[in-house]
């Protein structure tokens, strides 16, 4: 059976990331984090690979 997908929110929390965090290390803004977890805007391919990158899993995990 296939991995389930999961929003960037709950990837986020489940690996102990807080959004400011996380956007420290993908260099961009917390409200842009909030952004892509609220989905007013779209998340660009880079932007999943070094989200996918950060948590070592599958871009195809990430629920977009």
Do not use: H
Request: no cysteine; proline share 5%.
């Amino acid at each position: 059976m296939p991995d389930k997908q999961m929003s960037i929110k709950a990837i986020r929390v489940n690996n102990g990331y807080t959004q400011e965090a996380l956007a420290q290390k993908l260099g961009v803004s917390t409200k842009t984090i909030s952004d892509w977890e609220n989905n007013r805007v779209p998340i660009k391919p880079l932007q999943l690979f070094a989200i996918a990158y950060v948590f070592k899993i599958d871009d195809d995990l990430i629920r977009v």
